[in-house]
């Protein structure tokens, strides 16, 4: 009886391996196949693409930040992210309207002989501060200072965002206003305050 069981359960573990083998054999082949049925999403092809994303926002009052398309995935994804020429915020609304007709186009060019899932995402914040309409956001806020200054071992400054004026960057370092001038700076972004 236990010789039966043993035989039993090594036919019963073989067989699993063997269901387990064929189905990596059968993903791969899967993969290989299915990439080479995206040859068409050749260079040429993603740049016409990108041309066309670019003249489907345009047309919408958005410009297009990045495009991604990820092709190991089943189906492949495409990573859109845009932004208002006006520099507005993006919605969820705007998202979804844009969708639609992006869609629209890459079905009507043909470019792509595939499922495919299509996402529409705005730019989200970055530590970076770059624009005005940063500074007055996150006054108040710490940040990371990277110097320019070539003479000096000082090369980052962390601090709370002060002021921003056209000639200088002000900060509050521990309770002290220091002005730096923006010819100086190479970079600001957002950090955790460290004491």
């Keep these: 009886m236990k010789k039966y069981i043993i035989v039993v359960f090594l036919f019963t573990f073989i067989k699993y391996k063997f269901l387990l083998l064929i189905e990596k054999i ?7 196949f299915r990439s080479k049925n995206l040859i068409n999403l050749n260079s040429e092809n993603e740049v016409k693409l990108h041309t066309l994303l670019k003249k489907v926002a345009e047309e919408r009052d958005f410009e297009i930040c990045s495009v991604k398309i ?16 006006n520099g507005d915020d993006i919605s969820l609304d705007d998202c979804a309207h844009f969708n639609s007709p992006v869609s629209n186009e890459i079905e009507n060019s043909n470019l792509l002989n595939c499922s ?5 995402s705005s730019q989200g914040v970055s530590d970076e501060l770059t624009s005005d309409r940063d500074f ?13 200054q070539k003479n000096s071992r000082i090369k980052f400054l962390n601090g709370l965002l002060y002021e921003k004026s056209k000639d ?17 700076v190479l970079k600001i972004s957002l950090c955790t305050l460290k004491d």
């Design 26 to 32: 059968f993903f791969m082949c899967e993969n290989y």
């Design 70 to 85: 990820k092709t190991n995935r089943n189906p492949i994804n495409i990573e859109i992210i845009i932004k208002k020429t």
């Design 116 to 120: 495919y899932v299509l996402e529409i």
């Design 136 to 148: 007055k956001t996150f006054k108040g806020f710490p940040i990371n200072v990277e110097l320019n």
């Design 168 to 184: 200088y960057l002000a900060i509050n370092i521990k309770g002290k206003i220091k002005k730096i001038p923006f010819d100086e």
